[in-house]
């Protein structure tokens, strides 16, 4: 060491940074109503489950009913269609995974389902996407299907009239 | 004081791993086991306060997505601490004290089959000194053990003797993950895993949870048949860093046992938070007990510790053997941190 007086140390100003790598490893399971619902997307089905006590469907289900605390054991098979409740058009690249921009991301609310599926818009001009637009999934080819929800490739406008505010504002 | 109580206790039949589960279906049927033990229905509770780690998950807000599994609607009064869930139970006697609910559930949770447990709790050291060096948690606890064996004269077969009687006591838990019969001469014949510690002196990996619901005064006596009083509760808190602490001893669990009255009686059982083997000698010479006490009947953290819920499970365990008549007055400890950092001691009577 060639040893400099504290004091001196003190002439290099405050130390405002330092690295401290962290990574972590984790195996996480899905848990046993996700892995349900994606052996159900795996075979091109979408597996919700309802409460007992107030009927609602979770769509995709968790395994209880955050409402009342109970297990949903009742499984559901939803339409592949719905409404978009809500909406964002995204026009920065952020990511190399990510579409070509402007591309839509949006809640779609299952026929027939309490909680909404995140999803992309495609098959219409960004512009042009709006709440109570009514969409159907555009499905990866089957022999692409996987335990993920990508198989879903993303929804594209059905041609139905929109669908009534009154229909879809409970979930927003 | 407003008088608190032990009505009701539940927890997971904990297992070395739960792949199939998430955590809120893991936590469903305990707290409706719970909510059933004290016949009352989720609407009833005045208060829910958890504790668990999202480290251990490796999810963010885990603990928001867990209050799947209590029901949150219409909005509840609920609270949450990012340590063991005995803290939660003190936070919600804290509350209770306010007087206008009479009810609190607490619970915790965790799954240490995950990650790699051990280096997972690295990242609650200081992040300046410590943490950039990564000390293991058995590392850290295998400093701890060094430290008192040098001051006591003890030796590893003292500390072999407390696994024999966890195991012992743990062959009648149900929940116990490492139990049976065992010696100390067959256990030293393993080779210290980080010396002077075993495996056999570190808890099993597990995963699990525990609810305990507490009530006041006249509530408490309408739910149970035989409340177990919290009749003193403290916690106490040292230095983080392990450089500037007399490992040998638990300066802090003393301070709470003081100032929780765990001297002012005859103790028929004691719960201890102690994953380590040495650990249950240093927090037993701190909470000065004599040896008529039994410790830790239920096996301890040796024999299950669903990290998160175990420092509440003692608390449980010694409430139930109260409320079912095997014992008087019971202590009850719980900690948290590195080398028993910050220690929670409760005191628990029948009348
Ligand atoms: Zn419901």
Redo the contacts with the bound molecule.
């Keep these: 060491m060639s040893g400099r007086a504290i004091e001196d140390l003190n002439e290099d100003g405050p130390v405002t940074k330092m690295h401290a790598p962290i990574r972590l490893e984790y195996r996480i399971g899905a848990g046993t109503a996700q892995s349900r619902f994606l052996r159900g997307v795996a075979e091109g089905k979408l597996l919700g489950q309802k409460?007992p006590?107030?009927s609602?469907v979770y769509m995709p289900p968790r395994g209880s009913?955050p409402?009342?605390g109970v297990p949903t054991e009742e499984e559901v098979e939803l339409p592949d269609r719905g409404t978009v409740t809500t909406f964002c058009v995204v026009n920065i690249p952020f990511s190399d995974l990510a579409p070509e921009v402007p591309y839509v991301c949006a809640q779609v609310l299952l026929d027939g389902a309490d909680t909404a599926l995140f999803g992309l818009i495609a098959g219409m001009p960004a512009r042009e996407v709006r709440m109570g637009l009514r969409v159907r999934a555009e499905w990866a080819p089957r022999e692409e299907w996987t335990y993920n929800l990508g198989n879903i490739k993303w929804w594209e406008p059905t041609g139905e009239p929109d669908a009534d505010y009154d229909a879809y504002k409970d979930y927003i | 004081m407003t008088d608190v109580a032990v009505v009701a206790f539940a927890q997971s039949k904990h297992v070395a791993a739960d792949p199939n589960r998430n955590e809120v279906e893991m936590l469903m049927p305990v707290v409706a086991e719970a909510l059933e033990q004290a016949g009352l229905e989720r609407e009833e509770i005045g208060f829910v306060c958890s504790g668990s780690c999202d480290y251990l998950l490796g999810v963010p807000f885990s603990f928001v997505t867990a209050l799947d599994a209590i029901g949150a609607w219409p909005p509840i009064r609920e609270s949450h601490v990012e340590q063991d869930a005995a803290w939660a139970l003190y936070e919600a006697w804290v509350r209770l004290q306010h007087g206008d609910v009479d009810t609190a559930l607490v619970y915790g949770f965790g799954k240490s089959s995950l990650g790699d447990l051990h280096e997972i709790m690295t990242l609650q050291l200081d992040p300046y000194y410590l943490e950039p060096l990564w000390p293991d948690m058995v590392s850290m606890a295998a400093l701890q053990a060094r430290a008192y064996l040098d001051a006591t004269g003890k030796t590893e077969r003292d500390l072999a003797e407390v696994v024999v009687r966890s195991r012992a006591a743990a062959a009648s838990n149900p929940n116990a993950i490492v139990a049976g019969t065992t010696t100390a001469d067959a256990l030293l014949k393993e080779q210290t895993t980080i010396a002077p510690l075993r495996t056999s002196d570190c808890p099993p990996i597990t995963d699990g949870a525990a609810v305990v619901i507490l009530a006041t005064a006249d509530r408490a006596r309408a739910i149970s048949e035989r409340p177990a009083w919290i009749r003193g509760i403290d916690h106490r808190i040292e230095a983080h860093s392990i450089g500037v602490r007399d490992l040998a001893t638990s300066r802090s669990t003393a301070l709470a046992a003081g100032r929780a009255g765990a001297a002012d009686d005859k103790v028929d059982l004691a719960e201890m938070h102690a994953q380590f083997s040495h650990e249950e000698l240093i927090v037993r010479d701190a909470l000065g007990l004599d040896d008529s006490a039994t410790v830790n009947p239920s096996g301890g953290p040796l024999a299950a510790n669903p990290v998160m819920a175990t420092g509440l499970i003692r608390i449980g365990e010694a409430a139930s053997r109260i409320s079912a008549g095997g014992g008087d007055r019971a202590v009850a400890h719980a900690s948290s941190g590195p080398c028993l950092q910050h220690n929670l001691v409760a005191v628990l009577e029948g009348e």
């Design positions: 409460c006590v107030c609602k009913c409402i009342h």
